[in-house]
């Protein structure tokens, strides 16, 4: 028996090859039921798109385009992870480009995606928008994770990294925290400068802190450790925020080391809810983002962009992270 067709697909299902095609590129304007028998007859003649005649009848290459900043470390195993899975789904394939946080070479790595994606994802947090912006193609349907962006066919999903900064702040204050210190992320990473002015203004206005104690970072764990030898030296600092988890994980690690308890000498809250977070001991309370699935929404916005080319209505999307209170801040007899 040869290799099954679109044809043999829509013969088997008692549908068109059009609606066969619509089913399985999983267009809006086919029926549940209908979508459900072409998936029954796809699966009984063991059917597997021809990408290449696809995107031929298509003019489409069916490949999204992804740059970050990294490619490694569980943020960014993460995001790819809600990505793949969510472009996987819908018969999609993706093509990664690493770009270090660099201008120059984000404007390379988004140059060389042209003529050979769909559409592209981007997270670039330490270019500034304006400038990513002239980066970006005009018309090739565009998400931007972080940053926000305007022009034809771009659109952003924000994170609220000011309010995440703030609710941490309170929740350690809740707690009975009263001189509370922040590790920082990079200076040129806008989502870690908000991180910090979220930290600064709700160190003000709830401990009535008018200078507070800001170590620098770089989203490392090495970070994290060198703060803990300032936290054990200084003695006075009873809360820690930290910017990112892994610099959180540095310093809770090397505070229990030297024989602080953690969090009834220092609680501490990070920022993204990385997988290790929940597994370290104590669990680390954190600003959780939901990396995954704020990889696979920008899938689903991009999708939706490159299938509806003239709908622009659709604006940017602000993403609220959520505290979860795990070990590393929970004190007993006081308030979430």
Known sequence: MGTATIRDVARKAGVSVASASRALNGHRSVTPATRARVADAARALDYVPHLGARSLSTQRSNTLGVVLPDLFGEFFSEIIRGIDYAAHRRGL????????????????????????????????????AEALANALPRGLPTVVMGSRVGGPRHTSIVIDNYEG???????????????????????????????????RDAAGSLLGDAAPIVFAGDFGEQAGVEAAHAIIADRTI?????????????????????????PRDVAIVGFDDVPIARYVTPALSTMGLGIAALGGRAVERLVESIEQPDDTSAGPERLVPQLIVR?????????E
């Open 93 to 128: 394939q993706i093509l990664l480009s690493n770009m270090h946080g660099d201008a120059e070479e984000t404007a390379a790595a988004i140059r060389a995606m042209r003529g050979r994606v769909d559409g592209l994802l981007v997270m670039s947090p330490q270019i500034d």
């Open 238 to 262: 009873d809360g820690v925020f930290s910017a990112n988890d892994m610099m959180g994980i540095g310093c809770m690690v090397t505070l229990t080391a030297a024989g602080l308890d953690v």
């Open 165 to 199: 900064a703030r609710e941490a702040v309170s929740h350690l204050a809740a707690q009975g925290c009263r001189r509370i210190a922040h590790i920082a992320g990079p200076a040129d990473n806008a989502d870690a400068l908000e991180r910090t002015r979220g930290f």
């Open 327 to 335: 070990g590393s801040s929970r004190r007993r007899g006081t308030a």
